[in-house]
């Protein structure tokens, strides 16, 4: 198994979760290199990397190089993976240069801001024999995994309907730290931005393509130009209906993160900040792993699904197979909320 070497674009809120994935896989991974326009930043993710080492008994004594320009970066023949995470509507672009200069890449959710994006970084990756990966982490979430488990065997009999619930506070300041969030152009509203992730959960389990969908939506607290409050009534091709309910508007902080599935035999409710802890399981039937404790702790939304997934990803590159989350499987959530919007 090569040791792969990486380099991340953009070190703003969620290179954080990126930098102690690295350190997670240390013996499988390696930061070799960091791109911002801004030398701050940069210094932040570094710096923490060293940190996240030491707490690993391993001091660094290489440097790890930084670019404001991730063009001259790319250059450099010591890069085998790029983890994108710049604004949303750079990732496209980014993506699309990164393959083009030999580079497998881990993108940051959304992985694009239009289907014709995403089918360009789709089609390059596939002619240029690279893994393009998407990061929905929060498959990787152990109750998750759970109830992939029981959809996969049947257990629901058949499944009527899923609902995804993301109840959270985004405040103006949040907005302010960060003028493109918000946008139409950089990153879209609650939808896509806070609620891709259980969109994407949603879908997986469902099991179905998407028949129709409909959407009500308005931007009514904050000072942005997208939704800060959106519903999505879906009407899959097997006939099960999925309602996604998604607030940026919760007073006076995030509530919770929910996904539901019921089916004619089982019913589950996965719940907590980051759909890591299970309210509800029940099935007509019994197995040996319904009373394992699947529930996990986390300190914040991003949960713990960013290490696992880069785990994933690298044995998909060094064995030379699809990751979980590749492409194709990025652009469904993707495509769910464009046609909720009306795109």
């Given at each position: 198994?090569?040791?792969?070497?990486?380099?991340?674009?953009?070190?703003?809120?969620?290179?954080?979760?990126?930098?102690?994935?690295?350190?997670?896989?240390?013996?499988?991974?390696?930061?070799?290199?960091?791109?911002?326009?801004v030398p701050e930043k940069?210094?932040?993710?570094?710096?923490?990397?060293?940190?996240?080492?030491?707490?690993?008994?391993?001091?660094?004594?290489?440097?790890?190089?930084?670019?404001?320009?991730?063009?001259?970066m790319l250059k450099r023949e010591d890069i085998d993976v790029v983890s994108i995470c710049t604004e949303s509507g750079h990732h496209a672009v980014h993506a699309l240069y990164c393959l083009n200069a030999g580079k497998h890449v881990l993108v940051e959710k959304p992985m694009a801001l239009s289907l014709n994006d995403a089918d360009k970084m789709i089609k390059l990756s596939r002619e240029k024999n690279l893994?393009?990966?998407?990061?929905?982490?929060?498959?990787?979430?152990?109750?998750?995994?759970?109830?992939?488990?029981?959809?996969?065997?049947?257990?629901f009999g058949r499944i009527i309907n899923g609902t995804a619930r993301i109840l959270w506070n985004r405040n103006d300041d949040y907005y302010k730290q960060a003028p493109w969030r918000g946008t139409k152009a950089l990153d879209g509203g609650t939808l896509m931005n806070q609620c891709i992730h259980n969109i994407d959960l949603l879908q997986w389990m469902m099991g179905s393509e998407v028949e129709r969908v409909h959407c009500e939506r308005g931007t009514f607290l904050r000072n942005i130009e997208m939704e800060d409050f959106g519903a999505i009534l879906i009407r899959f091709k097997n006939g099960s209906i999925g309602i996604v309910e998604g607030s940026a508007c919760v007073y006076p902080k995030n509530l919770e993160?929910?996904?539901?599935?019921?089916?004619?035999?089982?019913?589950?409710?996965?719940?907590?900040?980051?759909?890591?802890?299970?309210?509800?399981?029940?099935?007509a039937d019994e197995r040996d792993y319904d009373k394992e404790d699947e529930n996990t702790?986390?300190?914040?939304?991003?949960?713990?699904?960013?290490?696992?997934?880069?785990?994933n990803f690298i044995d998909a590159v060094n064995e030379n197979r699809v990751p979980l989350i590749n492409g194709e499987e990025g652009r469904k959530a993707l495509e769910i909320i464009l046609r909720a919007y009306g795109e």
């Open positions: 198994m090569k040791k792969l070497s990486f380099a991340i674009i953009g070190c703003g809120r969620i290179s954080h979760k990126h930098i102690e994935a690295l350190a997670n896989n240390f013996t499988e991974a390696d930061l070799v290199s960091v791109c911002d326009i940069m210094d932040k993710d570094v710096e923490e990397y060293y940190d996240f080492m030491k707490q690993r008994g391993i001091n660094l004594d290489k440097k790890i190089n930084k670019y404001t320009d991730y063009k001259e893994k393009l990966g998407i990061c929905h982490q929060n498959r990787f979430n152990s109750p998750i995994q759970k109830l992939r488990r029981a959809v996969e065997e049947g257990r993160e929910t996904l539901s599935i019921f089916g004619e035999k089982g019913t589950v409710v996965i719940g907590g900040l980051a759909v890591n802890k299970i309210k509800t399981w029940q099935f702790e986390i300190d914040s939304v991003y949960g713990r699904g960013h290490t696992p997934l880069y785990k």
